[in-house]
């Protein structure tokens, strides 16, 4: 995978996009970390996922305390250049609360008839 050729993103005030981690065989949405140019350049280019940390202020790779790695497969742009999507190969949860994937909380919503 290549950053050559990337279209230029549309990023926040603070230089971050959105970066939605989906599991390459089930299609299940992981989590939502950010990226900034470097931590997608790192993705593309080190076979392990890297995010910024807004709390941190740092860049962390997916499992280097955890151990629970994401190896990316590929990786699109929305068509407003504002998002990523990656597809990964998912060792262990994703959730540093020890579930599967971050989106595990219901909320109820009412369809119109």
Known sequence: MSTDSMPQLKKDAEGLVAAVIQDDTTGEVLMVGYMDDEALR????????????????????????S?????????????????VLIR????GPA???????????????????
């Not at 151990?67 to 998002?83: E, F, H, L, M, Y």
């Not at 990964?88 to 060792?91: C, G, I, K, T």
């Not at 540093?96 to 008839?113: D, E, K, L, N």
Request: hydrophobic share 30%; aromatic share 10%.
């Open 67 to 83: 151990g629970n790695t994401q190896v990316p497969r590929s990786i699109a742009i929305d068509c407003d250049g504002d998002a």
């Open 42 to 65: 790192r993705t593309a280019s080190e076979g392990r996922v890297t995010f910024w940390s807004r709390s941190r202020q740092e860049y962390w790779r997916k499992g280097d305390t």
């Open 95 to 113: 959730c540093h609360t020890g579930a599967r994937s971050c989106f595990f909380t219901p909320i109820q919503i009412q369809v119109p008839a």
């Open 88 to 91: 990964v190969d998912q060792s």
